[in-house]
């Protein structure tokens, strides 16, 4: 075992990239432990600072846009697609809605009937699409023989519920969940980071040409040696991965009967794996340690910003959203974000995931086959 334990102990010489990544993932979960706690404890209907330019003023369109003014505060716009924007970006506006000549007819069709600019960097903005859409919803259902019933769509609206907001200990996993979905979210970006950093620079060591060399000479079989190389990543991946798992007990022990937390386990372990695989991919690309790092800020942060990690997955658009789908992280974070009976409702996600860690392996083999023949 004499490549095994040489692997670990190079892996150990990079001990402090080990631990930056770990230092700043359990600091951002102390930080926000209280926080995602308290979440939920409270209940806040927040009002938008709303531009309306209504180019139909029909019936319709000024029941809309009586609706949308009670609900936010109105700000004066012009249609001006520059002007708009730049009131957005300076937050003078959160949102801007634009009414089209034909939106009664459009409605009818039930079409898109409305245009709207909203400041994605706030997550709030989305509320008043929120509000649209529930305004044209009871229209619909209220149009009848060429007429809109808008005094009942008036009245449906106007309806309020009384919220009453229970303490943290008297509703099962309130508040929990946030957490659990944080912590477990945010795992995503140091082990791509990890992985990469630290497996592909033992690599890029271990493929050195003088050690290759070595090995040739020498009577450790080919397939003995790679099977002691892939037992050592293993066991720092599992090293990495248990560490998080434990750190989660200890962190919320009282509470992780409160969450389906086998759901996480599982989650990191498929994932885990998978990056795993991405890993062997890049290490039989490039030898280069530069470019390994290099690839290791890269494809942790850009894929955790564009799968949810940093920014939730609701407030992302469908062409970023449409480009994470390429990449595994985007199918773990839905598996943490999913509200679930049993594991074969993430079923999906999982093997999305598993089909990642295949294909990542395939192609891992296939780089190391031509770098073979090239030896």
Not at 81 to 99: G, H, P, R, S, T
Not at 169 to 177: A, K, T, V, Y
Not at 292 to 314: K, R, W, Y
Request: net charge negative.
């Amino acid at each position: 075992m004499t490549v095994f334990k040489y692997f670990l102990k190079i892996a150990i010489k990079n001990r402090w990239i080990i631990i930056m990544y770990v230092t700043i993932f359990f600091v951002m979960t102390v930080l926000n432990s209280n926080d995602a706690v308290k979440r939920e404890e409270s209940f806040v209907e927040s009002k938008l600072n709303i531009g309306i330019i209504d180019n139909c003023n029909s019936e319709l369109s000024n029941s809309l846009k009586d609706y949308l003014k009670d609900e936010n505060n109105i700000v004066d716009t012009v249609e001006d697609e520059d002007y708009i924007k730049e009131q957005i970006f300076l937050e003078v506006a959160d949102a801007v809605v634009i009414i089209p000549e034909d939106f009664d007819e459009k409605v009818i069709r039930r079409e898109e009937s409305v245009l709207v600019y909203k400041d994605d960097r706030k997550p709030q903005s989305i509320q008043i699409e929120n509000q649209i859409n529930k305004f044209l919803a009871f229209a619909n259902i209220t149009y009848e023989n060429g007429n809109f019933a808008l005094k009942d769509v008036a009245e449906a609206l106007n309806e309020s519920v009384e919220v009453h907001v229970l303490p943290s200990g008297e509703i099962e996993g309130s508040g929990i969940n946030t957490w659990f979905k944080f912590y477990f979210n945010f795992t995503g970006y140091v082990t791509i980071a990890l992985y990469i950093a630290v497996i592909g620079v033992v690599m890029s060591d271990f493929r050195d040409e003088n050690i290759d060399s070595r090995r040739r000479i020498s009577s450790k079989r080919f397939l003995e040696f790679n099977r002691e190389i892939y037992l050592g990543q293993l066991t720092l991946a599992s090293a990495v991965t248990i560490t998080f798992i434990i750190a989660s007990i200890i962190f919320m022990r009282e509470n992780i009967w409160n969450v389906y937390f086998l759901k996480y386990v599982v989650n990191l372990i498929v994932f885990s794996f998978s990056i795993l695989c991405l890993t062997f991919l890049i290490n039989n690309i490039t030898r280069n340690k530069h470019a390994i790092t290099a690839l290791s800020t890269v494809l942790s942060l850009g894929t955790s910003f564009i799968s949810g990690v940093m920014v939730p997955q609701e407030i992302l658009g469908d062409k970023v959203l449409a480009v994470a789908k390429f990449f595994p992280t985007y199918y773990f974070v839905r598996v943490n974000e999913s509200m679930i009976n049993s594991l074969s409702d993430i079923g999906f996600d999982i093997f999305m995931q598993l089909l990642f860690a295949v294909a990542f392996l395939l192609l891992g083999l296939i780089f190391s086959r031509k770098d073979l023949l090239v030896q």
